[in-house]
């Protein structure tokens, strides 16, 4: 395993190690001790979720104000555009994102701490979308950004292209109008 930092603290790349030959792959997804060792982060999973969407389908961006989520993210089917952004007010990247794609392919994953907003938009036909939380869904203190936000002006990489979106994503707020965190 690879730990790669990325443009803004906290926020960690992972690239597994890969054995391949002519019957396929192995690699090990996940193996909290390594993960630890590598990351420096002691936080515990208790919840492992699943999503599958269509091309278009942007999710997003959500987080908890209480019972904060840090999530480790990655595809297994298909590719996404994964976006985290920075709502801690105390952190000197307020307001700022961060990119990465995401595939079945590239095999990454992405270590998103409490203290961020999290979302993502399907680039392929259709994408699968696994992560681990370090606490439980708590829909009373999900808050949710609108997804294109003026302020933060995110590149979802969707040229022309409206995406799709659940009532609750059309319903989000501007992150000047939402509780964040010290």
């Known amino acids: 395993m690879k730990v790669v930092p990325s443009s803004i603290p906290d926020l960690l790349?992972?690239?597994p190690k890969v054995f391949g030959d002519d019957r396929g792959f192995f690699f090990e997804s996940f193996n909290q001790r390594r993960f630890t060792e590598m990351t420096g982060v002691t936080d515990s999973f208790v919840q492992d979720n699943h999503s599958k969407?269509?091309?278009?389908v942007l999710r997003g961006l959500h987080y908890q104000i209480r019972q904060p989520q840090g999530k480790l993210v990655r595809v297994i089917a298909g590719e996404i555009l994964d976006i985290a952004v920075d709502v801690r007010k105390s952190s000197p990247n307020f307001g700022k994102w961060f990119d990465i794609k995401l595939s079945a392919e590239n095999k990454k994953m992405l270590w998103i701490p409490k203290g961020f907003a999290h979302g993502f938009v399907v680039l392929s036909d259709s994408a699968e979308f696994l992560y681990k939380t370090t606490d439980y869904w708590?829909?009373?203190h999900?808050?949710?950004i609108i997804w294109n936000?003026?302020?933060l002006a995110i590149d979802w990489q969707l040229g022309n292209t409206t995406p799709l979106l659940s009532a609750k994503d059309q319903a989000g707020k501007r992150l000047r109008e939402l509780d964040t965190f010290a």
């Open 53 to 56: 969407s269509a091309r278009n």
């Open 149 to 151: 936000d003026p302020d």
């Open 142 to 144: 999900e808050r949710c």
């Open 13 to 15: 790349v992972i690239e």
């Open 138 to 140: 708590a829909p009373e």
